[in-house]
């Protein structure tokens, strides 16, 4: 019994021992795939000596593992969920656009000289203010008016010197002052005009009022500029009369935009009743101002259409834009006159 027990027990070692042999090359496969990884990892932070500017790696010996690098995972930029621009936040809110504005009136160099010459001008007084003071203090003490009619020398020596040093803070804040005044500040460039509230009937004539100026600027521009031969494709009095002309009605459109936020704030402010009216005035405007935003359009379709009839030399557009010049000034009187 006792070696028959042996024996059973010693074969079921054998079959264990040869079930782990039969299992070698699968735990051999498993220890290179757990060393592949490692190195995967060890790379991302330890590039290669040939990469990093060091001396070449050694070649792996024939029959050694070798590892092959992961090709790089490309890189996902996620949408920004930001807007473009603040411009484009301050056009639909109200608000943040009179917080814009403030903040660029606030950050205008006149505005900050302005704050600098009330800023000295404080300091330069109360300069003054002590150093009248001390020089009081220095005669009372000198005199002996300031005790009992003997004249304390060391207060009054002390006080003259304070008179002296505040004095000295006087001259130089009052030269500070004085250059600040001298300043002129570069006439900064005009920008366009600021467009009206986001909820005002005159925002959209506006923005087409913006967007017309600057592509007739562009095309009056081409029409200024002479061809190869010396010669122009409009003369130069239609081009100038043109520019006045556009910048006359743009003049009378704002004006009468103007007089329809006015008329929107003071409709705001009314009571219920009186409203209707109200309404039906700014419908006018509104409708006053769309003819007049039509017929700056009609002048720069005829400017577009002199620059493309320039090389052709032909004179209908120049009769075109003459007529569109014309007609648009009569428009800037009438729309001068609403206004």
């Known amino acids: 019994m006792g070696s028959s027990g042996r024996r059973r027990d010693f074969s079921e070692f054998n079959a264990k021992l040869e079930k782990h042999i039969e299992r070698l090359p699968d735990y051999a496969q498993r220890a290179q795939e757990k060393a592949q990884r490692a190195q995967e990892k060890l790379q991302r932070y330890f590039p290669p000596a040939e990469e990093a500017g060091g001396k ?70 109360l300069w003054i203010l002590i150093t009248i003071m001390l020089g009081v203090l220095t005669v009372l003490a000198g005199t002996g008016l300031l005790a009992a009619g003997a004249p304390d020398i060391g207060q009054a020596v002390l006080a003259g010197f304070g008179t002296l040093a505040f004095g000295t803070f006087s001259v130089r804040t009052g030269v500070k002052l004085h250059n600040l005044k001298k300043i002129q500040l570069p006439s900064a460039p005009s920008g366009p005009p600021p467009l009206p509230a986001a909820g005002s009937v005159a925002r959209e004539p506006m923005e087409r009022l913006a967007e017309s100026e600057a592509s007739l600027g562009e095309l009056l521009n081409q029409l200024a500029v002479p061809s190869s031969l010396g010669t122009f494709a409009v003369p130069e009095v239609s081009v100038a009369d043109a520019r006045a002309t556009a910048e006359q009605a743009a003049l009378a459109l704002r004006g009468l935009a103007g007089r329809i936020q006015a008329i929107e704030r003071g409709r705001n402010s009314a009571p219920e009743r009186e409203r209707g009216a109200l309404d039906a005035a700014v419908a006018k405007l509104r409708e006053q101002l769309d003819d007049g935003i039509e017929g700056y359009g009609s002048l720069v379709a005829a400017a577009g259409r002199a620059v493309a009839a320039s090389s052709d030399g032909l004179g209908t557009s120049r009769e075109a834009l003459t007529d569109a010049t014309d007609h648009l000034a009569g428009l800037a009187l009438a729309l001068k006159d609403l206004s």
């Open 56 to 125: 070449p790696a050694a070649q792996p010996k024939p029959g050694n593992f070798q590892h092959r690098p992961s090709p790089p995972r490309p890189i996902v930029r996620r949408p920004s969920t930001v807007p473009a621009t603040f411009a484009a936040v301050a056009g639909q809110v109200p608000a943040v656009e009179q917080a814009r504005a403030k903040w660029e009136r606030w950050n205008h160099p006149a505005a900050k000289l302005e704050r600098r010459k009330r800023r000295t001008s404080r300091v330069l007084t």
